[in-house]
C-alpha cells in the first residue's frame, strides 16, 4: 500500500511542478493527480486480471478488428447505397469484441513462465540425443563429450538401462564385463557439466527390438541418436532422424597423409 502512496505522490508532485511553471500550479495538480488515479487503476486491473488475460484479450481485439477489415473490403461494393462508415463501424464492433472475448478466455493460462518454457523447450529440441547402446559400452563418447564436441540433453530411456543391465547380468564373462564398463560410462556421462542427463519411462510395447525403439522415440521427441551401429544408423537415417556416428566422427579426424611425407609407425 505504501508503495502505492509514494507512486500517486510522485505524479502530483510532477504535475505540481509542470503546472508552477506553465503559471496554473492548481491545474497542474489536479492533472498529476488524474493520471496518477488512472495508473493506479491500471496496476489494480494488472494485478486482478493477471498479465495473460490482458495479453490474451489484446491480441485477440487485434486479430478481430484486422478480420472485420478482411472481411468487409470485399463487400464495400455491395453497400455503396448506404453509409459505409456505419457499415464499418458495425463489423469492426462485432468482430472486434469477438475477438476479445476469444482472447480473454485464451489467456488465462497464458503466463511468462509457459513463454519461458515454451522457448526453452524450443531452444532445446535440436540439442536433444538419444544414446544407443552400443556407443555407451564403447566408451569413447566420454572423451568426445569432455572435450566439447557434444554438449545438450541426454536421454536414456529405460530399455537402454534394462538392456544394459540384461547385459551386466550375463553369465558370460565378456559380456559381463562390457555391461559393467556401460554402466561405469553413464555414471561418468552424469558427471560432465555440459550434459544434462535425463531418463525417460517411454515405451513402445508394440516394437520388439531396441533399436526400432530408439528409432520411434527419436522420432517422437525430434532427438538425435549417437550411436556406432552402422545398421541402426541406416534405418534412423531412411526414417528421418539425424544419426551422429562416432565411428563417422574417428574417420573424420584421422590426419592426411600427403605424398611424399614420412611416417614413423610403431610395432609392438
Not at 508532485?13 to 488515479?37: D, N, T
Not at 524450443?122 to 540425443?129: L, N
Request: net charge positive.
Amino acid at each position: 500500500m505504501l508503495h502505492r502512496v509514494i507512486f500517486f505522490l510522485i505524479f502530483v508532485a510532477g504535475g505540481y511542478i509542470i503546472g508552477f511553471r506553465e503559471g496554473v500550479a492548481s491545474q497542474g495538480i489536479l492533472w498529476g493527480a488524474g493520471v496518477g488515479i488512472i495508473a493506479l487503476i491500471i496496476e489494480y486491473v494488472l494485478t486482478m486480471v493477471g498479465f495473460g488475460t490482458i495479453v490474451g484479450g489484446l491480441l485477440g481485439l487485434s486479430i478481430g478488428l484486422l478480420f472485420a477489415k478482411l472481411v468487409y473490403l470485399p463487400l464495400k461494393t455491395v453497400f455503396t447505397s448506404m453509409d459505409g462508415t456505419y457499415i464499418g463501424v458495425i463489423f469492426n464492433t462485432l468482430f472486434g469484441y469477438s475477438g476479445l472475448l476469444i482472447g480473454l478466455r485464451a489467456g488465462k493460462d497464458f503466463t511468462l513462465s509457459n513463454i519461458v518454457h515454451a522457448f526453452k523447450s524450443r531452444v532445446e529440441e535440436g540439442h536433444t540425443k538419444l544414446i544407443d547402446t552400443s556407443v555407451i559400452i564403447d566408451g569413447r563418447i566420454v572423451e568426445v563429450c569432455e572435450a566439447g564436441f557434444l554438449e545438450g540433453t541426454f536421454i536414456i530411456p529405460q530399455f537402454i538401462l534394462q538392456e544394459l543391465q540384461h547385459i551386466a547380468d550375463s553369465p558370460d564373462s565378456l559380456r559381463r564385463t562390457r555391461g559393467r564398463r556401460g554402466l561405469d560410462i553413464l555414471h561418468k556421462i552424469q558427471k560432465i557439466s555440459t550434459i544434462t542427463v535425463k531418463i525417460v519411462d517411454e515405451d513402445f510395447p508394440k516394437i520388439k527390438e531396441v533399436d526400432a525403439k530408439l528409432v520411434a522415440l527419436a522420432r517422437v521427441l525430434g532427438a538425435k541418436i549417437i550411436t556406432n551401429d552402422f545398421n541402426l544408423n541406416k534405418v534412423a537415417e531412411l526414417q528421418g532422424v539425424t544419426v551422429l556416428n562416432l565411428n563417422e566422427l574417428a574417420n573424420a579426424v584421422k590426419p592426411v597423409v600427403l605424398p611424399g611425407e614420412k611416417m614413423n609407425i610403431f610395432i609392438r
